[in-house]
């Protein structure tokens, strides 16, 4: 639930990898990204994540059920979708297509039946090794670039055996992975997937526990806890990721606690700085409310003055993913 902090006896069950199979829900595969680890990658975002920062840029992937969107500028108003729908859940009001959300079960009968591609389903259940096969597509690409397949979200450790199966069958298959996290999982899930993982792009948002209370809904002891263990383990395959959020994280004493905390992790020595984003017309177009009110990317003196801080302590900081 919002807000909840997952505990270990919350865990969704690891399952055990043979001859089950093992299905999760994704909202969106990529191709040929360039931002998210080395090389020419597919990015996979699996759906679902325990957390609900205020500036989250993938809202679709929040939630593991399936959400409708509507694109109000691609609507011709034929109004054929509005007989389909079991729900009863859309009408329009004059200006455009009305979704009622709560009566919304993304049934997709409305998306068929839409002749101008307004309406679109965000999420689609997957197994494992079917999802493997699309990736594999790309192999040749990795090869030739040092790319590999990148797992983000929503957060992939949301759901922990789906992606524990996508790992392991990557790595049998020689595919470099890199996996994009909040970090915030029980620590035995968390630890379940290390070995299988060449790369981690770990976000560390804000260091205050309950300033990350407030803008993410959940503390951040656990995150904390996870990105240790991880430094001691593996901290030359971890970048931070530093998402800069005018006005909530870009504060000198938030910069400041992240310069600490980042010289007390052993082995780790990089720092991506991700500008913020105005994705407010993502949520209109899901029906979701925007609680950002200054949505302004930080300034490039802004970005600059936190890389310089950073750099102070020997970390090698880039702008971007």
């Given at each position: 639930?919002?807000g909840?902090?997952?505990?270990d006896?919350d865990?969704?069950?690891?399952?055990?990898?043979?001859?089950?199979?093992?299905?999760?829900?994704?909202?969106?595969?990529?191709?040929f990204?360039?931002?998210?680890?080395?090389?020419?990658?597919?990015?996979?975002?699996?759906?679902?994540?325990?957390?609900?920062c205020?500036?989250?840029?993938?809202?679709?992937?929040l939630?593991?059920?399936?959400?409708?969107?509507y694109?109000?500028?691609r609507?011709?108003?034929s109004?054929?979708?509005?007989p389909?729908?079991?729900?009863?859940?859309l009408?329009?009001?004059?200006?455009?297509?009305?979704v009622?959300?709560?009566?919304?079960?993304?049934?997709?009968?409305?998306?068929?039946?839409?002749?101008?591609?307004a309406?679109?389903?965000?999420?689609?259940?997957?197994?494992a090794?079917?999802?493997?096969?699309?990736?594999?597509?790309?192999?040749?690409?990795f090869?030739?670039?040092?790319?590999?397949?990148?797992?983000?979200?929503?957060?992939?450790?949301?759901?922990?055996?789906?992606?524990k199966?996508?790992?392991?069958?990557?790595?049998?298959?020689?595919?470099?992975t890199?996996?994009?996290?909040?970090?915030?999982?029980?620590a035995?899930?968390?630890e379940?997937?290390?070995?299988?993982?060449?790369l981690?792009?770990?976000?560390?948002?804000?260091l205050?526990?309950?300033?990350?209370?407030?803008?993410t809904?959940v503390?951040n002891?656990v995150i904390?806890?996870?990105?240790?263990t991880?430094?001691?383990r593996?901290?030359?395959d971890v970048?931070?990721r530093?998402?800069?959020i005018?006005?909530?994280n870009d504060?000198?004493?938030?910069?400041?606690?992240?310069?600490?905390?980042?010289?007390s992790?052993r082995?780790i020595?990089?720092?991506?700085?991700l500008?913020?984003h105005?994705?407010?017309?993502k949520?209109?177009?899901?029906?979701?409310?925007y609680?950002?009110?200054a949505?302004a990317?930080?300034?490039?003196e802004?970005?600059?003055?936190?890389?310089?801080?950073?750099?102070?302590?020997?970390?090698?900081?880039?702008?971007?993913?």
């Open positions: 639930m919002p909840q902090s997952i505990r006896s865990a969704l069950p690891i399952a055990t990898f043979g001859t089950q199979r093992t299905k999760g829900v994704v909202f969106d595969v990529q191709r990204a360039i931002h998210d680890g080395p090389g020419i990658r597919t990015l996979v975002f699996l759906k679902g994540c325990p957390l609900r205020w500036w989250c840029q993938n809202p679709e992937g939630s593991t059920a399936k959400n409708l969107w694109f109000e500028y609507c011709i108003q109004k054929r979708c509005i389909t729908c079991p729900s009863s859940a009408s329009f009001d004059g200006d455009g297509l009305v009622n959300r709560s009566a919304c079960d993304a049934c997709a009968l409305c998306v068929e039946a839409c002749p101008s591609g309406l679109s389903i965000a999420g689609r259940e997957i197994d090794e079917e999802l493997v096969r699309e990736i594999e597509k790309d192999v040749l690409l090869d030739n670039s040092g790319g590999g397949v990148t797992f983000s979200g929503g957060e992939p450790l949301f759901q922990p055996a789906f992606l199966a996508l790992l392991i069958q990557c790595k049998s298959r020689g595919i470099h890199a996996l994009e996290t909040s970090g915030h999982a029980p035995r899930t968390f379940s997937i290390i070995d299988y993982v060449d981690f792009l770990f976000d560390l948002k804000l205050d526990d309950e300033e990350h209370k407030k803008y809904g503390s002891s904390k806890r996870n990105l240790r991880l430094a001691g593996r901290g030359k970048i931070l530093f998402p800069v005018t006005g909530i504060t000198e004493k938030n910069v400041e606690e992240f310069q600490r905390f980042a010289r992790l082995g020595s990089e720092v991506d700085l500008p913020y105005d994705v407010s017309e949520y209109r177009r899901l029906g979701l409310g609680r950002m009110d949505r990317a930080p300034s490039a802004k970005l600059n003055r936190i890389k310089e801080k950073l750099e102070e302590i020997g970390l090698k900081v880039k702008v971007g993913g």
